[in-house]
């Protein structure tokens, strides 16, 4: 059944405008509360604020999948099967009013936040049911102080998809993001995500290059293209992300003037980004010109050449 996320979440932007918001004391209180939130419930992944999960549950599409966590965590912890055939499994009414708390909150505060929707999922599977995709839909219409980043590895679906969720057309608190691991991904999905983005009027393109498999040129595409993430694989048989193809992601986006985002290297780092010392037991793999290290996650960081990036939506 339809659910109405309008009835307790966005009609309260009705007839409230910025100039009519708490100041003062209510206004640090508000503040606080976001704070709180954030503390609370907030998200480790960098580039968003909050993680939405819709449903649970998803098949394998791309190389990028090979090392999903998220099949990882959902088969082991959470009791979901993956896979073509496998039951997805929508996530409990109470997962599903966060949202228009969130939006309250941050409406209060005057502050966006931006909504990473879906980690353990692909909004764009079509082995869900439509209707959820309905009921989501309604809730980002109703929640307009989010920012929705829809992350997919399915954008031949998404016209078709988007189509029928915003009949009325793709609110503007909605980004589309693809997932590109390769440079074949970027020669066949980026036409398609650019085609989208221009015949739908959606606001905002992301591009999200983890984990990044291979150099990837992407300077035809960028001009069209609002956000680049960069980052580096995690767990077990995490592969290695080379450092020049870092390199170039990151002059590729400075030379178009698009934000950057470097999230993380992952397991494996370059020396000539951290050095020998105190790595001496790290395993190692070279590969020329350069000797990486598995150094773990942490320890790696995210700095390239001893900068941060972690730019986002202008
Ligand atoms: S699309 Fe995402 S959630 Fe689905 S299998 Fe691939 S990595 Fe996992």
């Not at 009609?11 to 209180?29: C, F, H, L, R």
């Not at 190692?284 to 290290?293: F, G, K, N, T, W």
Request: neutral net charge; proline residues 5%.
């Amino acid at each position: 059944m339809a659910q109405d996320f309008a009835a307790n979440a966005g009609a309260s932007m009705i007839g409230k405008g910025n100039d009519q918001m708490a100041t003062g004391p209510e206004k640090t209180a508000a503040k606080e509360k976001l704070k709180r939130l954030l503390e609370r419930e907030g998200t480790g992944i960098s580039w968003a604020d909050l993680t939405m999960n819709p449903w649970i549950g998803c098949t394998k599409v791309s190389p990028a999948c090979d090392h999903c966590y998220a099949e990882d965590l959902a088969t082991n912890r959470l009791g979901v099967t993956w896979g073509p055939g496998a039951p997805r499994r929508r996530t409990a009414p109470g997962n599903w009013s966060k949202p228009p708390r969130w939006n309250r909150i941050a409406e209060e505060a005057g502050e966006r936040l931006t909504v990473f929707c879906a980690s353990l999922a692909d909004w764009a599977d079509n082995a869900v049911d439509d209707q959820w995709r309905a009921d989501l839909a309604a809730m980002i219409i109703a929640t307009p102080w989010l920012t929705w980043m829809l992350l997919t590895k399915r954008i031949g679906n998404v016209r078709a998809m988007l189509e029928a969720m915003f009949p009325d057309g793709v609110p503007d608190n909605l980004a589309l993001g693809v997932t590109i691991a390769n440079q074949q991904e970027a020669d066949r999905d980026l036409p398609r995500a650019l085609s989208v983005k221009a015949g739908l009027g959606i606001k905002r393109l992301f591009v999200s290059m983890e984990p990044l498999l291979g150099p990837v040129d992407i300077s035809r595409y960028l001009s069209a293209i609002d956000l680049v993430i960069v980052g580096g694989e995690s767990g077990k048989d995490a592969r290695i992300m080379q450092l020049d193809w870092v390199r170039s992601l990151r002059d590729q986006t400075k030379e178009a003037g698009v934000p950057f985002h470097f999230k993380q290297w992952g397991e494996w780092i370059a020396t000539a980004q951290i050095g020998f010392h105190g790595f001496e037991r790290c395993r190692r793999v070279d590969i020329a010109p350069h000797a990486y290290l598995r150094v773990g996650v942490r320890r790696s960081g995210h700095t390239i050449d001893g900068f941060e990036h972690r730019e986002h939506f202008q």
